[in-house]
């Protein structure tokens, strides 16, 4: 339904917007003529417009153009024709009266208005009168208001008054069109009233009262009119019958519409009286009010009847078709008929009315607007109801019908038809009744001849036959109906026509007759069908025989016999003859001739002078008597009459009275009454007139003058019959002098006349009225009303504002009472409130025809106090009611002062200024606009503008994100509510000088020896500089090969090259180059990398030189400190002193070994060594020379020397310890503890090798000590001392915001601890507030602070901050939020928004939105007619004004505006209404019924569905969610499942001897603990008791052991060193539980942040895990060893406290979801196969540093282990398993194992150089398979080697030979992070080593394990100096073939 609703009220508004497209057309075409007062004027809008816009053009009716007259006449662009108010000097007939039109062109041509008659009324004083009026009690009074001639067409009565209260038109009280008082009914109460009319003029808007007049009330005539009221239809008669009560002795007049009525062929009095009114054949013109009135003597009596004439006619409106129907087939026929009184309409079928039955039934209903309807109902029509139907409506009126056949299906018949009468003269319908269809034709035949055969006959399609003009003869017979209802075959039926013809009365006439005459009278009819019958009527009534009156009729004749003919026989007779065919009759009248006589004889009688007099006369007779009167004047016997001239003033009444209407004293004298009407002898009567003379004033003022406060004498003179009396009269009440003393009345008589005068003492304003003095005798009474006008000064005007605008206000005066004089001007005063009338200013002789005036040249934000005087010519009036108003504010007039501009940083200017002066701010200064503009060369010279609210005379305002080192010009513009003032003088100044923000371009370097290079470039772009450049710096440090950085250096200097001496040789250098400024340095440019060449090396760090036997030496030496180059091979030097032998021997040996056994030496003879290392420069210097001798006694020496071993945590450590001797020494490893050494444990974390190397694996920072290696035999021993330094990432840094402003927030930091190793850089990210998107920014080492550019205004952001050192990255700083300045866009209430509205368009102001500090990028405006539902927009970036066009006119329109910026949008509503075509306001919309309530509707019905799909679909949402938070918890599960398992290669190692065991392994991630539960339940190991784990729920709520998970601390023998707790409590997130951190940190109070310990938990029900297993691949067995292996794992979402952002792993990196996963597991079955494996945990480090600190850099082509987001607590952990027993190998053949992964040659190539010097390393080709590259380059390449290779492992063939191991076996090199293969040239080279020696001592590890350093880099793929090089030693694991490891990382 809503949608129906919604379809229409579109295609509505679509519809009315589809109207508007014509292209001329007229607005008011009706528009003729326009009437104004001169003292308002008039605007006459165009009637003619056009679409596209049409050029309007005004014209004089003459053709001529028109002009503008200034202040007169004007014609506005829109075409609107403006006359200005004028004054009556100014009337100039050719512009104030004259015709105008109008023309309208455009495009489609051109079209003119009709004339326009255009007309001035000027101001004319003028007084209203309302005369005293007689009525008879229940008669009616009509008052009317006299209004002077003058103005009589502009002056019209609005109200009337009774008593003053103004007459409410209802009851007995109406005023009539004309503005006349109507009161009906009249009673006695009526003649105690005053009645007043009030009147308006038309345009000027004046209004008068009149005087009070009285209604004087007599007993009335009663008169009745019936009927009261008739509705009849046109052609009707109408009779109105006249009854009057009382004396017989009235006239009665007939009124219709207040005029008499005029007898004509219609209308005809009847009646003795002529009581009644006979209206025949009414018209529609004799519509309307009828009265009655009845006169006897002085009483009139009237009653009135309404008489409503319509067409009564029955006419059919609506009626049925023809139609074919189905047998059975329901039908309906609908006949519908209008006619007055409303028709009835009936039925029938085949010319037979219809008989209701059950299968035919008809009903009829008349309708609220008088029609009637009728339906004819067919249930089950047969055969038998087909036919034509005929709808007949008949009405006193007349009648009319309608027919259509109806065809019913079936075999076709004739139903039988009856005879026809037809009347001669007249046209005749022959229906054929044919039922039955189809059938082929109807044919109609009359004496066997087809018709039609003459041109009076017509046969219809439906088979009808017409005859026209019947006529006896010839068309009276028998007629065929033929039917063909099949080609060859026809029915048919006859019917007979018989035509009658009417009856013809020949005429007959009345002849004169008199009283007592005989008369006869024959109506004869001459032809007609007998039986002819014959009536007689006398008006309208029938005759019957009786008094004097006879009838006798015979075959064909009737006579009207009149034994004795009297008056009361006149009258119209009329002779009717009918018969079978019609009836006619014919109307004569017959006149009595009586002779006169009188009725009222005349009779001597006395006349009063000036009355009216009626002298009494009444004769009858017939032909009416002619009545003539004469007069003989004089008192003696009449000489001779004259007739009397009939005038005005004498007229003869219609009874035959003479009627004197002013009896003067000439008509004294004898009256003669004749009368004749030429029947007999003429009658005569004489009479005496006497006159007798009444009161009557013959002398006195109409109007007269006083001044008030003066003494006024108003005179009365009087004659007439004595005695005579004269009264005074004030108004209506009588004057009494001696109540009231300020009256006296004299009165003197004189013989002639008497004379009265009455004082007023003095005159006041209540004696402006009319003073009547009356005279009184018996005869009669007389008035003379006096018209009193007292002048005095008039009353003030009454003052209104109607427009105040910020220089000018508008004035509207009324000026109420004038003094009774003309005004003469006006005088308005007006000043400051603040100041007295003294210093008023004023404005004066303002003409008196203007009633409003403008005050200009006011002061904006004034208060102004206004007052005004009036003048006539008496004097001045009062001054008016002081008007308090305060005018409105203008823009400011001056510019703010004082402007200075102080530059506060490179891009930043502080403005100062102050307030404009008070007195040119003219209003409140609500703030400034500040304009600023860059003045440098090849700017655009455009202001940008920002605003700031005003806070007081002061103000200061920054101006922020200016270009550097730039000169800006400031101007500074106050604005207040109404606008924008001028602005200040351009003020310049330069922001300060700043570093340059771009790098010197094109540097390069080149290496010119091994000590000097040469560095170049070229200037950085000027426009960046930012300042004067001062010069370079060059910065440059050495990249040593394990990893570290020199020294940084620098130099300065102006020139655009250097060159750089005294560098290290064959050494890696980063240079950068940077240029700076007075401000500091600038970028640095890009590192260069660039290798000094090679030199020379020095001397080797160190010698050292043991005895190994009686024959032989070892020596051993370091690697030179500087090697300068790549050491191409070692020379060994000895001599022997004593031998005489003057050459030293020389032995060389390659550059990876640094020892050398020197044999075939004497015993007891002295030699002397020293080494020298050789590159492709050459031999460098000589070592230190040692002196050693051959002993037959060798003890034990090492050879290994000592010193600092630095190294990054997390890296497997080789401390080497070589020894010599005979016996072979024993080696013991101790590390020193505060006073006293401990024994170095051997366990999983540590080894001491064969060789005496002693291997630490993943170093931590506990493992930071001095470590003492000696080595014993039976003949000695030696030490050496190393001192082992661990690095580890550096701590979070302190980050706080120092300063923000819109687009930038700068950042201070303190780092914390640098682990050990320098800070190389810090990694700065930040995100918007609701963004998970972070930008890294990357700074340098020496930066503490940093400041973040180019941010969005007024947004929140999130930043966080981590410090990078040689080991990696630290943790992550606490995340910190800061706001840019600014807000979103509002709306200032105190500004207008429209500036302008008319029927079409509305223009916008939108200033009043505040930018809020950021700029506004868009602004949309959507409106929509109120109660549309379509909302039109439109969008502007502009704040300036911007219009609606094409909008409705005088139509309400909803608006709403959203403006936008960075910081968000600001939203407004309001509502504004188009003007309508007069530029009129329209009032507000009401509740009404219409579309409105079509809307209510719709969103009645529309909510609740509404409403019901939203909670559907957020039901929906709703479980969505859910699901895909399930989903997602599965897929991060999943993933971590893939990475612990898939993504970690796996090698074999020897199976563990022991029971078997099942555990599975669990990963829980929310606490970043890891579980081993066995199936049975929860097994300890060790001793621990049980403890409770701390979980995420227990850091915000106190300890429960009954929920969540239980378990115990795990310290396995292997774990027992270097421990500490799983989570760091150092740094727990606010919020949490304070009782748990100290429980937890107490308990590993002695651990530092990087140690760990393992937790065996047990969920319980309240918490299940879900089982997940990896996808494995299955494989054969290789040489009979199988591996099987699997793992599972409960996860849950993190409840990481930074807003649950961040999941734990990447749901990237799932392939498959938990079902799957699940169901992979239940296929392997490999449940049993988990039962013979043993799963040991070698170590595991927990790291507690937030989840983005592992993710701080990501390469693009690392997997998913290091792409994945992290926990809360990321980690790196190894566990070792075993394999099944030997007897269960076969259980394992198809388990897969992984892919083994073979390492490179090169990577291993950035060993330290001590550990290279190991046999271990050691290889036959002399192929060097580390290249020379440049650093850099070698970073990336590690970088993007350590990414390939990261979580791999290798797996060597059992068959293959073991590197540097005693005997065969396998081998596993194993990284944490990067595993390394070793070479079979590394197999070969350890192969030397002796095999015993790991098989005497059961402890010492059988294989041997290195570790290569690797480059990683994070922060991206992007260059930084954050590069970390982290490096690590390998282990060995127990020999055995089958036996594997594996590494994973939790992140």
């Not at 006449?73 to 009556?88: D, E, M």
């Not at 019957?544 to 009737?558: A, D, N």
């Not at 910065?1035 to 200097?1053: A, V």
Request: glycine share 6%; hydrophobic share 35%; with cysteine.
């Amino acid at each position: 339904m809503w949608l129906v609703t919604f379809f229409l009220l579109y295609s509505l508004q679509k519809a009315r917007t589809e109207d508007v497209g014509t292209s001329l057309y007229f607005v008011n075409d009706s528009l003729q003529q326009v009437t104004f007062s001169s003292t308002v004027g008039v605007v006459i809008p165009c009637p003619a417009a056009g679409s596209p816009s049409a050029a309007l053009r005004w014209y004089l009716a003459t053709g001529d153009d028109i002009y503008d007259v200034p202040h007169i006449r004007h014609v506005h662009a829109n075409g609107t024709l403006q006359l200005y108010p004028f004054s009556p000097s100014a009337f100039n007939s050719f512009i104030h009266d004259n015709d105008y039109f109008c023309t309208a062109e455009n495009s489609a041509g051109k079209i003119r208005s009709p004339n326009i008659r255009v007309k001035a009324v000027f101001r004319e004083p003028y007084t209203v009168r309302v005369e005293d009026q007689r009525s008879m009690r229940g008669n009616v009074a009509v008052f009317k208001c006299l209004i002077p001639s003058s103005v009589q067409e502009y002056v019209s009565v609005v109200s009337w008054e009774k008593d003053t209260v103004s007459i409410v038109p209802e009851n007995r009280f109406f005023i009539t069109f004309y503005g006349g008082l109507y009161i009906s009914d009249v009673q006695k109460e009526d003649a105690l009233s005053t009645y007043r009319c009030i009147t308006k003029h038309k345009y000027s808007g004046e209004t008068r009262q009149s005087n009070g007049a009285r209604l004087s009330v007599s007993d009335p005539l009663h008169v009745s009119l019936t009927p009261k009221k008739l509705k009849t239809g046109i052609g009707s008669t109408v009779i109105l019958s006249c009854a009057l009560s009382g004396s017989p002795e009235y006239a009665i007049r007939w009124y219709r519409n207040t005029e008499l009525v005029v007898l004509d062929d219609y209308i005809s009095i009847r009646g003795i009286s002529n009581e009644t009114l006979l209206i025949t054949a009414a018209q529609k013109s004799h519509s309307g009010a009828y009265q009655c009135f009845a006169t006897r003597k002085a009483q009139t009596a009237q009653d009135f009847s309404i008489i409503v004439l319509e067409d009564g006619t029955p006419r059919i409106v609506s009626s049925f078709s023809e139609k074919v129907v189905n047998p059975g087939e329901q039908f309906s026929l609908m006949c519908a008929a209008k006619g007055a009184p409303p028709p009835t309409i009936t039925w029938a079928l085949d010319d037979e009315p219809i008989q209701r039955d059950n299968g035919r039934r008809s009903n009829q209903y008349t309708m609220s607007d008088g029609t009637t309807v009728s339906h004819m109902n067919v249930t089950s029509p047969q055969i038998k109801d087909g036919g034509v139907y005929r709808c007949a409506a008949r009405n006193s009126v007349g009648s009319t019908e309608y027919q259509a056949r109806i065809n019913v299906r079936g075999p076709p018949s004739i139903r039988a038809m009856k005879n026809i009468t037809a009347v001669a003269g007249r046209d005749t319908f022959i229906n054929c009744r044919v039922i039955g269809y189809p059938y082929y034709s109807i044919k109609w035949y009359k004496d066997a001849l087809l018709l039609p055969d003459n041109h009076r006959q017509v046969v219809f399609e439906n088979g009808t036959l017409k005859l026209m003009d019947v006529q006896k003869g010839m068309d009276e017979g028998e007629y065929l109906c033929s039917v063909l209802i099949q080609p060859q075959l026809s029915i048919s039926q006859s019917v007979h026509v018989t035509v009658k013809v009417p009856p013809l009365i020949q005429p007959f006439e009345f002849p004169p007759a008199s009283i007592g005459q005989l008369l006869y009278i024959p109506c004869v009819v001459s032809s007609g069908d007998m039986p002819i019958r014959i009536t007689w009527r006398k008006d309208g009534q029938v005759i019957i025989s009786g008094s004097g009156v006879t009838i006798e009729s015979k075959e064909f004749m009737s006579s009207l016999q009149i034994s004795s003919v009297s008056l009361k026989h006149n009258g119209n007779y009329t002779c009717i003859a009918s018969n079978d065919a019609a009836t006619v009759s014919r109307e004569r009248q017959l006149i009595v001739r009586v002779p006169p006589r009188f009725v009222v004889q005349p009779n001597n009688q006395d006349g009063i002078y000036g009355k009216a007099g009626v002298l009494n006369c009444s004769v009858d007779g017939y032909p009416p008597p002619k009545v003539m009167w004469k007069h003989a004047k004089g008192s003696g016997n009449p000489q001779q009459y004259h007739p009397v001239p009939l005038t005005g003033r004498i007229q003869i009444l219609p009874n035959s009275s003479l009627l004197i209407r002013h009896v003067l004293e000439e008509d004294i004298g004898y009256y003669l009454c004749q009368a004749s009407n030429g029947v007999g002898t003429d009658i005569s009567k004489s009479m005496f007139l006497t006159v007798k003379i009444p009161a009557m004033i013959t002398s006195h003022p109409n109007t007269t003058i006083a001044i008030k406060g003066q003494m006024k004498e108003l005179n009365c003179t009087a004659r007439g019959e004595r005695p005579i009396i004269i009264r005074w009269e004030k108004g209506d009440t009588v004057i009494d002098p001696d109540r009231n003393m300020r009256y006296a009345i004299t009165t003197k008589d004189n013989s002639d006349e008497v004379i009265s005068t009455l004082k007023l003492k003095p005159a006041d304003r209540g004696d402006s009225v009319f003073f009547s003095c009356h005279a009184i005798n018996s005869y009669g009474e007389d008035r003379g009303l006096i018209q009193l006008t007292v002048q005095e000064p008039p009353d003030p005007p009454e003052l209104e504002i109607r427009e105040v605008k910020a220089r000018s206000m508008n004035l509207r005066w009324t000026q109420r009472f004038d003094g009774n004089s003309i005004i003469t001007g006006f005088d308005i005063e007006y000043k400051n409130k603040s100041d007295s009338w003294d210093f008023k200013q004023s404005t004066r002789n303002i003409s008196p025809t203007i009633n409003q005036a403008n005050i200009v040249d006011l002061h904006p934000a004034s208060v102004y106090s206004i007052r005004m005087y009036s003048f006539n010519k008496i004097g001045r009036s009062e001054p008016s009611k002081e008007l308090t108003i305060s005018t409105e504010e203008a823009a400011p007039d001056g510019p703010p002062m004082d402007v200075t501009l102080q530059p506060m940083t490179s891009q930043s200017i502080q403005v100062t200024w102050k307030a404009p002066k008070k007195e040119l701010q003219n209003g409140v200064i609500r703030g400034y606009q500040i304009g600023y503009r860059e003045n440098s060369p090849g700017s655009n010279g455009q202001y940008s503008i920002v605003e700031m609210k005003a806070t007081g005379d002061s103000e200061v305002y920054t101006l922020d994100n200016l270009k550097k080192f730039a000169q800006y010009g400031v101007v500074v513009q106050a604005f207040n509510r109404a606008g924008t003032g001028p602005s200040s003088s351009e003020i310049n100044a330069t922001t300060l000088e700043d570093v340059p923000s771009q790098p010197p371009e094109n540097v390069r370097a080149l290496s010119i020896t091994s000590d000097v290079a040469v560095i170049s470039w070229s200037e950085p772009p000027r426009s960046t500089l930012n300042g004067v450049l001062k010069g370079y710096r060059v910065i440059f440090w050495s990249l040593y090969m394990d990893g570290e950085w020199g020294e940084m250096q620098n130099i300065t200097t102006v020139r655009e090259r250097v060159e750089l001496r005294g560098m290290e040789k064959f050494t890696n250098y980063s240079v950068q180059v940077l240029a700076y400024t007075q401000a500091g340095d600038g970028v640095r440019s890009s590192v260069l990398y660039i290798q000094t060449k090679e030199d020379v090396p020095g001397p080797p760090a160190g010698i050292k030189a043991v005895p190994s036997s009686a024959s032989s030496v070892v020596v051993s030496w370091l690697p030179p400190t500087k090697p300068n180059g790549i050491i191409r091979k070692y020379t060994i030097f000895c001599s022997s002193p004593g031998s005489g032998q003057p050459a030293p021997s020389e032995y060389e040996t390659s550059p990876e070994q640094l020892f050398y056994r020197i044999a075939h030496l004497s015993r007891g003879q002295q030699y002397m060594l020293w080494v020298a290392a050789v590159t492709s420069a050459g031999r460098g210097n000589l070592s230190e020379k040692v002196t050693i001798e051959p002993a037959g006694k060798a003890p034990a020496k090492i050879i290994s020397f000592g010193g600092t071993v630095t190294t990054p945590w997390m890296k497997d450590v080789r401390l080497p310890c070589n020894s010599v001797g005979e016996p072979a020494p024993a080696i013991k490893w101790t590390k020193d503890s505060e006073d006293s050494a401990i024994p170095v444990a051997v366990d999983g974390q540590r080894m001491i090798q064969a060789n005496g190397t002693l291997v630490l694996r993943a170093v931590k920072a506990e493992d930071s000590g001095y470590y003492i290696c000696t080595a014993t035999n039976t003949w000695g021993f030696d030490t050496i001392i190393i001192n082992l330094l661990v690095q580890v990432p550096p701590d979070q840094p302190r980050l706080t915001v120092s300063k923000t402003s819109a687009s930038s927030i700068t950042l201070a930091w303190i780092p914390g601890d640098n682990g050990g190793s320098s800070i190389r850089g810090f990694v700065l990210q930040y995100s918007v507030d609701n963004s998970e998107e972070w930008k890294d920014v990357f700074i340098s080492s020496s930066e503490r602070s940093f400041k973040l550019d180019n941010l969005k205004c007024g947004t929140w952001y999130k930043v966080k901050l981590a410090a990078k050192n040689s080991v990696g990255a630290g943790r992550i700083s606490e995340i910190i939020e800061a706001k840019t300045h600014g807000r979103e866009p509002s709306f200032s209430k105190d500004q207008h928004l429209f500036t302008h509205i008319n029927s079409t368009h509305a223009r916008l102001n939108l200033q009043g939105w505040s930018s809020g500090g950021c700029p506004i990028t868009a602004i949309v405006l959507e409106y929509r007619p109120k109660g549309n539902w379509v909302w039109q927009s439109l969008k502007t970036n502009s704040s300036g004004e911007v219009s609606l066009t094409e909008l409705r006119e005088a139509t309400w329109y909803e608006l709403r505006m959203k403006a936008c910026n960075s910081a968000g949008c600001g939203n407004e509503s309001t509502q504004f209404a188009t003007l309508d075509y007069g530029g009129s306001t329209i009032p507000p919309i009401k509740s009404a019924q219409g579309e409105g309530d079509d809307v209510k509707k719709l969103f009645t019905i529309a909510c609740p569905v509404i409403l019901a799909t939203l909670g559907v679909a957020l039901l929906f949402i709703i479980r969505k969610k859910r699901k895909e938070k399930r989903l997602k918890r599965l897929r991060d599960a999943k993933s971590l499942a893939e990475m612990l398992i898939s993504k970690n290669n796996r090698s074999f190692d020897t199976p563990v001897k022991g029971p078997p065991q099942g555990p599975r392994l669990h990963i829980d991630i929310p606490r970043v603990q890891l579980l081993i539960e066995d199936k049975e339940g929860i097994k300890q190991l060790g001793d621990d008791k049980a403890t409770i784990p701390v979980t995420d729920t227990e850091f915000s709520q106190a300890v429960n052991p009954q929920s969540f998970c239980t378990g115990v601390s795990l310290h396995h023998p292997a774990l027992i060193q270097n421990t500490g707790p799983l989570i760091d409590m150092s740094d727990i997130r606010p919020g949490t539980n304070p009782v748990s951190r100290k429980s937890v940190k107490s308990a590993h109070s002695t651990r530092n942040r990087y140690s760990s310990q393992w937790t065996l938990t047990k969920c319980q029900a309240s918490t299940p895990a879900r089982t997940l297993t990896s996808d494995w691949r299955t494989v054969g067995s290789q040489h009979g060893i199988t591996v099987t292996e699997s793992d599972s794992y409960s996860a849950s979402l993190s409840q990481d406290t930074d807003k649950g952002r961040n999941s734990m792993v990447s749901t990237e990196s799932a392939s498959s979801t938990y079902e799957e996963l699940a169901r992979a597991y239940e296929h392997a079955k490999l449940e049993e196969q988990l039962q013979h494996a043993k799963f040991e945990i070698t170590e595991c480090f927990i790291s507690d540093s937030s989840s983005d600190q592992m993710t701080t850099g990501t390469n693009e082509n690392a997997d998913s282990m290091t792409s994945m987001s992290t926990p809360s607590e990321p980690g790196i952990c190894r566990f070792t398993a075993s394999p099944p027993k030997p007897q269960d190998s076969d259980r394992g053949k198809n388990v897969a194992v992984p892919i083994p992964h073979r390492a490179n040659k090169s990577d291993y190539c950035n060993l330290p150089l001590y550990m290279k010097s190991e046999a271990f390393f050691r290889k036959p080709d002399l192929h060097d398979p580390c290249p020379v590259v440049p650093p850099r380059e070698a970073s990336v390449r590690n970088l993007a080697r350590a990414y390939h290779t990261q979580t791999r492992h290798m797996t060597l063939d059992p068959g293959s030979k073991p590197l540097g191991l005693p005997h065969p076996g396998a081998s596993t090199a194993t990284l944490p992070q990067r595993p390394l293969t070793m070479s079979a040239a590394a197999n070969a080279a350890s192969a030397t080593i002796p095999a015993a020696a790991a098989a005497t001592d059961p402890t010492a590890a059988p294989s041997a394990e290195s570790r290569m350093p690797t480059h990683t880099k994070t922060g991206g793929s992007r260059d930084s100096l954050l590069e970390m090089s982290t490096s690590g030693v390998g282990r060995s694991q127990k020999q055995g073939a089958g036996a594997y490891s594996k590494s994973y990382t939790l992140v």
